[in-house]
């Protein structure tokens, strides 16, 4: 079973920025894709950033520029850099896994993810 935890999520001024963290229990993270979501009050869940398990990775185009996705195998761990933050980034940013091999360039798709965290409230004042 995987296990996602998500951190790093608060309150911040527009223009700063934050990083979000997601630990990963597996036994070995390698070859997994991995994937950031965030869902506003009253909106659906929709994709922000992935990364493949060959390293390739996609943004949405409303964050490209500003955020940026990476990970660290042998840790277990997957990061969202965020910069230049907007109110409109204000939202629950949620972490998630797809299984081993699956996707090589990320997927952008709900659906394809398995496995996800509890969430992270990030809210950004202007």
């Known amino acids: 079973q995987v296990q996602l935890v998500e951190s790093g999520g608060g309150l911040v001024q527009a223009g700063d920025s934050l990083r979000l963290t997601c630990a990963v229990s597996?036994?070995?993270?390698?070859?997994?894709?991995a994937g950031w979501f965030r869902q506003a009050p009253g909106k659906e869940r929709e994709f922000i950033a992935t990364?493949?398990?060959?390293?390739?990775?996609n943004y949405a185009e409303s964050v490209k520029g500003r955020f940026t996705i990476s990970r660290d195998g042998v840790k277990g761990m997957v990061y969202l850099q965020m910069n230049s933050l907007k109110p409109d980034d204000t939202a629950v940013y949620y972490c998630?896994?797809?299984?081993?091999?699956?996707?090589?360039?990320?997927?952008?798709?709900?659906?394809?993810?398995?496995?996800w965290g509890q969430g992270t409230q990030v809210t950004v004042s202007s």
């Open positions: 998630a896994a797809a299984g081993r091999f699956r996707y090589s360039s990320g997927s952008t798709t709900v659906g394809d993810y398995p496995y």
């Open positions: 597996t036994r070995s993270f390698s070859g997994y894709t």
């Open positions: 990364i493949g398990w060959s390293g390739a990775r």
